[in-house]
């Protein structure tokens, strides 16, 4: 079981838009920053969001994160086939002194 | 280019080890804290282990905690892990990860393509 909670999946018709949530502690998204990566299938994981909000260079501004108390949120707009995919959040958690991950969520358009 | 290689994953038998290599490439390797995830065979990503630029601190979750290490050679742009005491469990997807500029640890902006461990007897 993870430490951060995500829905396994989520999903909507092309150009819709979703949200997914991933639900943490004080111990770390209360106390951290928290990233976000999407994980094609077959390929390794890529960053796509990071500081909660923020977006790498190249990152369309489709994709946005959102972070409030112990919980944080990403949404992606216009949802394209090439969005189907793995989304994991990420941070640090002080009482583990550990990387923590969510159990990933399955984007379908 | 800015890239990661991982090797020297395979088969492996129980309570067998294993040594995994991260070569970088295409930027200051030696600027940057380095972190390996895995994933094992269709689950999701866990975090394994962390070493800052200068190897000074490290970190790692608790379920490699003692069995596993965590080394780089910043001479040779290359990161370790080497794994003793192999379970089942262990069996995943290997990645080598750069952390970007700063202190967040999670914050991995560059990926390998990841090495394969199997452990089996």
């Known amino acids: 079981q993870s430490v951060l909670t995500q829905p396994p999946s989520v999903s909507a018709a092309p150009g819709q838009k979703v949200t997914i949530s991933c639900s943490g502690s004080s111990s770390n998204i209360g106390n951290d920053y928290v990233s976000w990566y999407q994980q094609l299938p077959g390929t390794a994981p890529k960053l796509l969001i990071y500081?909660?909000?923020k977006r790498p260079s190249g990152i369309p501004d489709r994709f946005s994160g959102s972070k409030s108390g112990t919980s944080a949120t990403l949404g992606i707009t216009g949802l394209q086939t090439g969005d189907e995919a793995d989304y994991y959040c990420?941070?640090?958690?002080?009482?583990?002194?550990?990387?923590?991950f969510g159990g990933g969520t399955k984007v379908t358009v | 280019e800015v890239q990661l290689v991982e090797s020297g994953g395979g088969l492996v038998k129980p309570g067998g080890s294993l040594r995994l290599s991260c070569i970088a490439s295409?930027?200051?390797?030696?600027?940057?804290?380095m972190n390996w995830v895995r994933q094992a065979p269709g689950k999701g990503l866990e975090w394994v282990s962390s070493l800052t630029s200068s190897s000074f601190y490290k970190h790692y979750a608790d379920s490699v905690k003692g069995r596993f290490t965590i080394s780089r050679d910043n001479a040779k742009n290359s990161l370790y892990l080497q794994m003793n005491s192999l379970r089942v469990e262990d069996t995943a997807v290997y990645y080598c990860a750069r952390v970007g500029e700063g202190i967040q640890v999670m914050i991995m902006d560059v990926w390998g393509q990841g090495t394969t461990v199997t452990v089996a007897s």
């Open positions: 500081d909660s909000d």
């Open positions: 990420g941070t640090w958690d002080t009482s583990l002194s550990s990387g923590v």
């Open positions: 295409g930027f200051s390797f030696t600027s940057h804290t």
